[in-house]
């Protein structure tokens, strides 16, 4: 399971600038909008410092992180919703994504165009929530008028009456541009309009990007952002594009080092960013580790372990026994899975076991 992220914003935020830093993919770049004109791919390895440490104690052949796709979506203006700019094409690729990064920019540069020649990032906000909630008006149209017509019909009458009571629960929040995701719908009701792909649906956070000094001390932009998303519940991160773009281009991990703590970062942009991701999707790490391979393998919260096993080979998950596990944490304290056996740590899980974040698991199956 790789975690799909979608980049989003108006055109001339940062975008695709930012894209390329992560990715170390090139992406077009220009000082005018719609510089990007189709959706850019890149996967990168989700950095994590605990399979870095499994491999130090291992010391296997190789060592396979956990991955991202990172989608650089063409910019949004108003009206996209109706075909303005590349809005047809964007809403179509955010559509593939499961979670997206809506970029605002918070950092003033008259030699950077700014789509409505006034930089208010409160207000980019507002214009890309407005154009997807139109965006998913338009589909709950179609889906609502569907759903009545198949009320007639005897056998799918059940199934279309939970359809249009969740329709009916959401068609306001949309005229109010409020996000679906912010609805209150059983578990039913998000299952029968599953096939729908509403956009607002899906988990957004937040990306300011922003110059070095933002970086530093950051500023009001950056706040007015913080605060629109805390009212929403979402997340919030602050990049500086131009500096990640830069540290790309750093091979060497000790002038990497320099260039961050120059700016006074422990990390950069990256890490934050997909640990946000992680969070809003409910998503967790366990690794398989050997003289052969460390590996991660991403799972969603509350998997069991015969599901973590199938996130492996569907094999495994058929023919699960059980798993054998020990945790992260035990491994660093012990230093060897035979310390660990006489520690009393290492455990046999059955079916039911509950995967938690960190776990250390090797599985055991029969075909």
């Not at 060497?252 to 961050?260: D, T, Y």
Request: charged letters at 30%; one cysteine or more; hydrophobic letters at 40%.
């Amino acid at each position: 399971m790789a975690l799909n992220c979608g980049i989003l914003g108006l055109p001339n935020v940062g975008k695709s600038t930012i894209f390329s830093a992560l990715c170390s993919t090139p992406a077009e770049t220009a000082n005018y909008p719609f510089s990007t004109t189709k959706a850019n791919v890149g996967i990168i390895n989700v950095p994590d410092s605990r399979l870095d440490t499994l491999t130090d104690i291992f010391k296997p052949k190789r060592t396979v992180a956990a991955t991202v796709e990172f989608v650089d979506i063409a910019g949004l203006v108003k009206g996209a919703s109706r075909g303005e700019g590349l809005g047809n094409q964007f809403l179509s690729h955010i559509r593939d994504t499961s979670v997206f990064a809506h970029v605002v920019r918070c950092f003033e540069d008259s030699n950077v165009i700014h789509v409505t020649d006034k930089l208010d990032p409160v207000s980019d906000m507002e214009t890309i929530d407005i154009e997807l909630a139109l965006a998913d008006l338009q589909t709950l149209a179609k889906r609502k008028e569907r759903a009545e017509k198949q009320l007639k019909n005897q056998a799918e009458k059940k199934e279309s009456e939970i359809v249009l009571a969740a329709l009916e629960k959401i068609e306001g929040a949309l005229e109010n541009s409020t996000p679906i995701r912010s609805v209150n719908l059983t578990d039913e009701e998000k299952a029968a309009i599953y096939d729908c792909h509403f956009i607002t649906a899906k988990p957004q956070l937040y990306v300011c990007n922003v110059d070095e000094n933002g970086i530093r001390n950051g500023n009001a932009y950056i706040e007015a952002v913080k605060k629109r998303a805390q009212s929403e519940g979402a997340e919030a991160v602050s990049i500086c594009g131009k500096f990640e773009a830069e540290l790309s281009g750093i091979e060497n991990p000790e002038e990497k080092l320099a260039f961050l703590e120059d700016l006074g970062l422990k990390e950069p942009g990256l890490p934050s960013l997909i640990r946000c991701a992680y969070k809003l999707l409910g998503l967790r790490t366990f690794f398989t580790a050997g003289e052969d391979e460390c590996r991660a393998w991403t799972i969603r919260a509350g998997d069991t372990a015969p599901k973590a096993a199938g996130v492996i080979h569907t094999d495994f998950e058929k023919g699960f026994i059980k798993a054998e596990v020990y945790t992260f944490d035990d491994i660093v304290k012990y230093g060897t899975e035979a310390k660990i056996k006489e520690a009393g740590k290492y455990r046999l899980e059955g079916k039911e076991y509950i995967v938690q974040d960190g776990d250390v698991m090797f599985f055991k199956f029969n075909l």
